[in-house]
C-alpha cells in the first residue's frame, strides 16, 4: 500500500447541476477547485477513489523550478508563488518550505551539463539557480564520502507534504463552496449540440457547462471513451520514507542513483532518481510513433517489463456505455508494486554516498503510476472539437511541484480569465496537427 494521505471526507448528495465538474482528486484536481470556488464558480469535485490516493500521496515532495523543461518555468514561477503563501491561503499545513534543492555533480560533465541548463533556461527567466563549487557544496550536504566537483543549486527551491497538501486543499475549496465527492468515479461526458452538457457519474448524473479531466493516469482511457486523443503512458516509479533521523541534511539532493527529501515528520523520502519500470502495454504499441523520437534521451531511466501489467491493460475496457459500471470503479486505487531492485539500489549508493544513512530504518516502501506526455509537458487545455471539455494531466513526473500553478492556469482557461501564463506550450492540439513532440534536452 502507498502512503496514507490525510483523511478527508466530502460530501454526500451530488448536486444535479453544477457549471464546472473536476474529475480526479489530485494535486491539479483539488488546486483547480480551490481556484474555481475561490472566484465563486459552482464547482463539483468527483474522486473516484480517495483525495491524493494516487500520484499525489506518492511522490518524492520535490517543488523545484531547477531542471524544468523551459516551457514549464513561467508556471513554475506561478507555482512557487502560490507555495510560499499556501498555508495562510488554506489556513492548514500543506507542509512547504524552502529547503534549497542541490543536483550533485561528480565530474566536470555533469558540471558543464548543468551549467548548460542554468545558460539556456535559468538565467533568461531570471531564476536564482546557480552553479556552487565542491566547497559550498560540502556545506549544504555534508559528511559525502565523495568529493563532489559541485552542484547545480537552487536556494528558493522547496519542498511540501504530498500526504497532506491535495487533502488540505480540497478542504478548503469545500471551505469557500466546491462540493467534494469521494468513492464517486465519473463514467463519461455528455454534450448537446457537440459542446458539454454534463457527466454521468456512478451516483448520478450531473448537468454542466465545463469539465476538467484532471485524472493523472487514468485521463487517457477517460479521453479515448470520449473520442478524444490524449497520448499518455504510464510508468512506474518506487520510493520509500525512513523513520525519523537526526542528520545535517536539511537541502534536498539528488546524486547518481539516489534523491533524498526531508520529510516534515523528521525522517526522509528516499528514491534512486534515475530509474523508473515502462510495463510493455497494448498502448505501448499503440503509441509507438508519437513516443519513439523522445525515447534515447529516456532510455537510461528506463526499465522495459513485460507482465502482468500487459493482461490488466489489454482486459480493462477501452470503451463502455455510462450506465455500465467503468474501469474506473473497479480500481479505485491504483496501487503497483514498488521494484524491489530499484529500492535496493537506491538504498545502496545513499548509504555509500552518505553514511548518515548507514543507521536509517525504513518505514515504508511503495510506487506510483507516472502518466508521461511524448514531449513530458503537460495538457492544460480546451479540446478544440468540443467546447467545454478541458483536459489538465499528463505532467509526466513533475506535477506536484507545479500543481497550484497548473489548477491557476486550468481555472483561467475554463473562466475564460486571463490566462496567468501563456498556455500555448500546453495546447491539446499539439497531439492531434501532426505537430512533433520535442524534449527538453536533459540536464
Ligand atoms: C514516485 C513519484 C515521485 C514523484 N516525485 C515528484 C516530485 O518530487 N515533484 C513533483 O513535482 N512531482 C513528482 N511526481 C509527479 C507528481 O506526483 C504528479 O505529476 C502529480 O501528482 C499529478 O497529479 P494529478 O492530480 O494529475 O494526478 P493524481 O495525483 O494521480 O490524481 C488523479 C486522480 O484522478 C482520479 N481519477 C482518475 N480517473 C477518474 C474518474 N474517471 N473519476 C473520478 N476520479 C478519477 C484518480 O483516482 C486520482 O486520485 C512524482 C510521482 C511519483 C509517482
Given at each position: 500500500m502507498g502512503p496514507k494521505p490525510d483523511p478527508f471526507s466530502g460530501d454526500q448528495t451530488l448536486p444535479t447541476r453544477a457549471s464546472v465538474v473536476v474529475i480526479g482528486g489530485g494535486i491539479i484536481g483539488t488546486s483547480t477547485a480551490l481556484e474555481l470556488a475561490e472566484r465563486g464558480v459552482d464547482v463539483v469535485l468527483c474522486e473516484k477513489g480517495i483525495i491524493a490516493g494516487e500520484q499525489s500521496s506518492r511522490n518524492w515532495g520535490w517543488v523545484r523550478q531547477m531542471g524544468r523543461d523551459p516551457r514549464e518555468i513561467p508556471l513554475i514561477q506561478e507555482s512557487m508563488r502560490a507555495w510560499r503563501g499556501m498555508n495562510e491561503r488554506i489556513g492548514a499545513e500543506a507542509g512547504y518550505r524552502e529547503c534549497g534543492i542541490l543536483y550533485l555533480c561528480e565530474s566536470d560533465a555533469d558540471m558543464a551539463a548543468r551549467e548548460q541548463w542554468l545558460d539556456e533556461h535559468a538565467r533568461p527567466h531570471q531564476l536564482a539557480s546557480r552553479m556552487i563549487a565542491a566547497e559550498r557544496t560540502a556545506e549544504l550536504a555534508p559528511g559525502s564520502t565523495i568529493k563532489w566537483k559541485g552542484a547545480l543549486y537552487t536556494e528558493n527551491d522547496g519542498r511540501a507534504e504530498p500526504q497532506k497538501a491535495a487533502p488540505a486543499i480540497a478542504e478548503a475549496a469545500r471551505r469557500h463552496g466546491a462540493k467534494i465527492f469521494t468513492n464517486c468515479a465519473v463514467r463519461g461526458i455528455e454534450k448537446q449540440a457537440g459542446r458539454i452538457s454534463g457527466v454521468v457519474t456512478e451516483k448520478g448524473r450531473i448537468d454542466c457547462d465545463a469539465v476538467v479531466v484532471a485524472g493523472g493516469a487514468w485521463s487517457r482511457r477517460f479521453c479515448t471513451n470520449a473520442e478524444v486523443e490524449l497520448q499518455a503512458l504510464n510508468v512506474t516509479s518506487s520510493c520509500l520514507r525512513t523513520e525519523p533521523l537526526e542528520t545535517d541534511l536539511e537541502a534536498s539532493a539528488a546524486g547518481n542513483g539516489f534523491a533524498y527529501r526531508k520529510r516534515l515528520d523528521g525522517g526522509y523520502t528516499v528514491a534512486h532518481g534515475g530509474l523508473s519500470v515502462a510495463d510493455i502495454v497494448p498502448d505501448s504499441f499503440r503509441l509507438f510513433f508519437p513516443f519513439i523520437p523522445n525515447l534515447k534521451a529516456e532510455w537510461p531511466h528506463l526499465k522495459l517489463r513485460l507482465g502482468k501489467r500487459f493482461i490488466e491493460e489489454a482486459t480493462m475496457a477501452r470503451r463502455w456505455a455510462l450506465d455500465s459500471v467503468s474501469p474506473f470503479e473497479q480500481v479505485r486505487v491504483l496501487d503497483p508494486e514498488p521494484v524491489s531492485s530499484i529500492i535496493e539500489h537506491s538504498i545502496r549508493n545513499l548509504k555509500k554516498a552518505y553514511p548518515a544513512f548507514e543507521k536509517m530504518k525504513v518505514a515504508q516502501t511503495w510506487a506510483g503510476c507516472i502518466d508521461v506526455t511524448p514531449d513530458a509537458v503537460p495538457v492544460i487545455s480546451e479540446v478544440e472539437a468540443i467546447p467545454g471539455f478541458f483536459i489538465s494531466s499528463g505532467f509526466s513526473g513533475h506535477g506536484f511541484g507545479i500543481g497550484p500553478g497548473a489548477g491557476k492556469l486550468t481555472a483561467d482557461l475554463v473562466t475564460g480569465a486571463?490566462?496567468?501564463?501563456?498556455p500555448a506550450p500546453f495546447r491539446h492540439s499539439r497531439m492531434t496537427d501532426g505537430s512533433k513532440a520535442s524534449m527538453m534536452a536533459e540536464v
Open positions: 486571463p490566462p496567468c501564463v501563456d
